[in-house]
Structure formats: structure tokens, C-alpha cells
T-cell receptor, first 115, second 115 residues
């Protein structure tokens, strides 16, 4: 089975802290995604990575950066956390061979609270 | 612009009732894909179904069925004889063949099945 693992299920950070959210997938998928989920807003794309070292901004990239040094790992970085970044963060992956038609495989999410 | 609307924020039914979750989408692309995902309390979104824009055949999988109508831009999901395990948040999503990263999610419908 495809497994997408997010390093932390729950995090509590203080305003101004640097936050790292890690995501690892074990199925050699090229595409990886970071979404943010908020009530009433659904899932909004923060960043997308086509492949190693390749990234594309999503709909809400402000305040976030990403790193994809290895194919299996996609990290989301909050350089200076703010209270409006309190949210559920979801990582997902997808194989390139599906030509954009394939379903996403999601991790269990990381619920971040910024105080 | 692309958009997915799930007008039903929350639905609550008694076990064994049938329930339909509505999804209306907007896109000018002619090739696209529609998805339904289920998010149980554990948090991990799980893929349920994919439909491409050229295939309007309805689909049934056990107690689940999907009705895709291009004329009304709708892709509705029906659960027959609902069960408590069906309680979850359900997301409808639209993926454009023209863009690897463009996957638009609806805001989700929270379904509660009461015993």
C-alpha cells in the first residue's frame, strides 16, 4: 500500500518560530503537494513539486517555503509562524505516469497551532 | 476560472437512510477529471472515485453510486442504506488535464450518520 507519512500529527508553536513539517512517501511518486485545510474553505494548495528540486507555487504560498531534496521527502517550512497559520496541513503524492489524472494519496495531516 | 461547490455544509441522517451529497463544478476546459474523497476522523483523505469528462456513465460500487451530468455540471454522490462508518467529511474535486497542479477541491460536506 502507498504510504504517505507526515512527521507530526499535532504541533504547538509560538509566533515567530520557524516550523518544519515533513512528509515522506514510499511509492516513488514524482508529484508531491502541500495543502492547507480550513473549515468552510476546503483544501487550498500551498506548494506543488513536480519532482526533485522542482517546485511551483500554489494558491496560497505567502508565508511558506518548501524543500524537495530527495524524491521521497517534501518539507513545508514556515519561516516565521503567525497565528493565521494555525490550520490542518495535508501532504499528498501522485505518480507522474498517471498524466495528471491520478488520484492523490494523502497523509494523515499535521494540525498546527500557533500561539 | 475553475470552481467546485458543495453547498451542503453538514448533513445528518439516521442509519439506513439514503443520502445524496451534491457537487457542482465550473470549468471551461474540455478535458477534466472529477473525484470524490472521504476524510474520516483519522484525517487522511481516501480516494473513492474518478470520472473523466468524456465518460458520463453513472457508477455503482456497493452502497455507493455517482451521478455525473455534464449538462448541469454536477457530480453527485449517493450512499444507499447509510451506516455509521460512513460518517466523515466528503470532498469533491476537479482536476484539469491541462495543468499538473491544478486540483480544485470543494469545501466539503460533513456527513453524520446517527444510529
Amino acid at each position: 500500500d502507498v504510504k504517505v507519512t507526515q512527521s507530526s500529527r499535532y504541533l504547538v508553536k509560538r509566533t515567530g518560530e520557524k516550523v518544519f513539517l515533513e512528509c515522506v512517501q514510499d511509492m516513488d511518486h514524482e508529484n508531491m503537494f502541500w495543502y492547507r485545510q480550513d473549515p468552510g474553505l476546503g483544501l487550498r494548495l500551498i506548494y506543488f513539486s513536480y519532482d526533485v528540486k522542482m517546485k511551483e507555487k500554489g494558491d496560497i504560498p505567502e508565508g511558506y517555503s518548501v524543500s524537495r531534496e530527495k524524491k521521497e521527502r517534501f518539507s513545508l517550512i514556515l519561516e516565521s509562524a503567525s497565528t493565521n497559520q494555525t490550520s490542518m496541513y495535508l501532504c499528498a503524492s501522485r505518480p507522474l505516469g498517471t498524466k495528471n489524472t491520478g488520484e492523490l494519496f494523502f497523509g494523515e495531516g499535521s494540525r498546527l497551532t500557533v500561539l | 476560472a475553475q470552481k467546485v461547490t458543495q453547498a451542503q455544509t453538514e448533513i445528518s441522517v439516521v442509519e439506513k437512510e439514503d443520502v445524496t451529497l451534491d457537487c457542482v463544478y465550473e470549468t471551461r476546459d474540455t478535458t477534466y477529471y472529477l473525484f470524490w474523497y472521504k476524510q474520516p476522523p483519522s484525517g487522511e483523505l481516501v480516494f473513492l472515485i474518478r470520472r473523466n469528462s468524456f465518460d458520463e456513465q453513472n457508477e455503482i460500487s456497493g452502497r455507493y453510486s455517482w451521478n455525473f451530468q455534464k449538462s448541469t455540471s454536477s457530480f453527485n454522490f449517493t450512499i444507499t442504506a447509510s451506516q455509521v462508518v460512513d460518517s466523515a467529511v466528503y470532498f469533491c474535486a476537479l482536476s484539469l488535464y491541462s495543468s499538473a497542479s491544478k486540483i480544485i477541491f470543494g469545501s466539503g460536506t460533513r456527513l453524520s450518520i446517527r444510529p
